[in-house]
């Protein structure tokens, strides 16, 4: 178990519902908010060059419902597993058989993991069904392969950035759940702390991009690169502040 309780731990979100709902919460709102093409672009002679399956992908992922719910669905699986083991008295069963930091990263790490691994499922089942609902034909196929690199890197930047969301978030609702002892927090805190800042810095701090997390997510005002390294800091802060508070519980249980 000492040698073991990172793969303890990733199994056990596994076997949990909360990662499977979470995934086809974020894979519906995609869909939803990607809307029919059709609708939005009409009967166009370019259409039929037009790569729908990509179109559709990345609209989904950049969508407001799907980015509203990423907060919240990404903190299903493991966020309040910390604060399981606490209150059912499972600590005392786990700590003799491991370290207490080892432990304690366990959960960090698999919490951070799973946060953007959720993320990163959803995007992917968004995709498949883009491509059900607009098969690729032979035209755009060759449309899609003339846009070289710098559009699958794109997409590409897109989805690591959101996942990256799901690293933080998921990290943000196990520190808030660690402070408050409260595993309700764990889901609802990251959620509540995206809609009251957001709302806050468009209207009071338009000039100052980097406090909204809308921008985290949907980057208008900086580069990809830029707002990543944003997001490590952002992920390496949360991280180690969840850190401490396991640690500050230990000396207070």
Known sequence: MRNHIFKVEAKRGIYFVGFYISILVLAAAGIIGAG????????I??????????????????????TFLLPM??????????????????????????SRKRYSWSKIVNCGIYGGVTVMCALLLILLLSAIRYPVNNMQLMQLKSFGISYHLVLLENLLILCMNGVLYALAGGLAGAITANRYMAYAAPFIFYYVVSTLT????KNYWMFN?????RSQQAGGLEMMIILVVLII?????????????????
């Open 45 to 66: 002679d370019y259409i039929g060059s037009y790569v729908w399956c990509t179109e559709s992908w990345y609209r989904g992922m950049n969508s407001e419902i799907f």
């Open 237 to 253: 802060v949360t991280g180690t502040g969840y850190y401490f508070a396991i640690e500050r519980r230990w000396e207070n249980e």
């Open 73 to 98: 669905a990404c903190t299903l699986p493991v966020s309040a597993s910390y604060l399981e083991d606490l209150q059912n008295g499972m600590l005392m069963y786990i700590i003799p058989r491991t």
């Open 213 to 217: 997390p809308k921008e985290w997510m």
């Open 36 to 43: 029919d093409l059709k609708d939005t672009i009409g009967q």
């Open 202 to 205: 468009e209207a009071y701090l």
